[in-house]
């Protein structure tokens, strides 16, 4: 794992638009180099909104948000971020989405084209670099959206419900992948999710969100070794864990989550 990534969210309070609507409040929380840890919370609890100003999108109202001790003041290639949808260049080819980082910081093209190309192996895509995002499925969009910002060497990756627009079966095998590659690179990874399943079978830690003004309620280490396979999910230990997080989500934000949605998680 890298020595360096850690992330320090030191009583950080969020405000938003022009009545100061209060989106997370005194959030206080480290993630250690190479961890990956999971923000899991219904929609509204204000997961994506901290990690936007992780990103350096979003301007915090109190508090401090460093990453190896350095205030995030803006945004910078050392925190890769990917969001729910991929947010690819239609115009260019795979291979160049790719490398856009790359030229950006003046690497010459055979070069850049060199790297972007080996990218695209690790995350299973050679032999797609000529195609262009539309003809590609959406988990092939997503992973090419990985490599772009991988490519970086991001000590940070911080990723927003990158599968809530998959269907089920590609969503398994992307977070297979994803655990794949996180293995190899060492990033450190802060995960957004209100999927109890994924963030249990991703996570070292979940961090569990209630809502209004977003706050944690709960921090959970997840016991099971890795590597991880699918498998993993049908095992008692899994589902008691599964358990005591729906527990959590109800007796924190049970006014604020509907029948729907709790149905949905168990």
Same mark, same amino acid.
């Given at each position: ?7 320090d969210v030191?009583a /950080? ?5 022009p009545?100061?609507?209060?989106a997370? $409040? ?26 936007n ?8 109202r +109190? ?6 001790? #350095?205030? /995030? ?9 990917v ?5 690819l260049?239609?115009w260019?080819?795979v291979?160049?989405n790719?490398?856009?980082?790359p030229?950006?910081k003046?690497?010459a093209?055979?070069?850049?084209? $060199?790297?972007?190309a080996?990218?695209?192996e690790? #995350?299973g ?5 000529a195609?262009y995002?539309?003809?590609? +499925?959406?988990? &092939?969009?997503?992973r ?6 991988l ?7 911080? &990723? %927003? ?9 590609t969503?398994?095998?992307m977070?297979?992948l ?8 060492? +990033? ?6 209100h999927?109890? %399943? ?16 977003g706050?944690?309620?709960?921090e959970?280490? /997840? ?6 396979? &699918?498998?993993?999910?049908?095992e008692?230990?899994?589902? $008691?864990y ?7 989500l109800r ?16």
């Amino acid at each position: 794992m890298n020595p360096v990534g850690r992330i320090d969210v030191e009583a /950080v309070r969020i405000t938003l638009g022009p009545q100061d609507f209060e989106a997370v $409040r005194d959030l206080d929380f480290s993630v250690a180099p190479g961890e990956f840890v999971c923000l899991l919370g219904p929609s509204g609890c204000g997961k994506s909104t901290l990690l936007n100003a992780l990103a350096g999108h979003v301007a915090i109202r +109190s508090g401090a948000l460093r990453v190896d001790g #350095v205030l /995030v003041a803006g945004p910078h290639p050392d925190r890769g971020v990917v969001f729910q949808q991929p947010t690819l260049f239609p115009w260019k080819t795979v291979l160049d989405n790719v490398a856009f980082g790359p030229k950006m910081k003046g690497v010459a093209k055979a070069e850049r084209r $060199r790297l972007a190309a080996e990218m695209l192996e690790q #995350v299973g895509l050679a032999g797609f670099g000529a195609h262009y995002p539309a003809q590609l +499925s959406g988990g &092939m969009r997503q992973r090419v959206e990985w490599a772009r910002v991988l490519i970086n060497h991001p000590r940070v990756l911080l &990723m %927003d419900e990158p599968f809530s627009a998959l269907d089920a079966q590609t969503r398994l095998t992307m977070q297979e992948l994803l655990l794949d590659l996180w293995g190899r690179i060492g +990033s450190t990874v802060l995960f957004v999710t209100h999927d109890i %399943d994924e963030a249990l079978f991703l996570g070292d830690r979940i961090l569990v969100m209630g809502v209004r003004p977003g706050r944690i309620i709960e921090e959970m280490r /997840v016991p099971f070794g890795r590597p991880r396979r &699918m498998a993993l999910v049908t095992e008692p230990e899994f589902a $008691r864990y599964k358990r005591r997080c729906l527990a959590l989500l109800r007796s924190g934000v049970a006014a604020d989550i509907s029948p729907l949605v709790l149905a949905a998680v168990t």
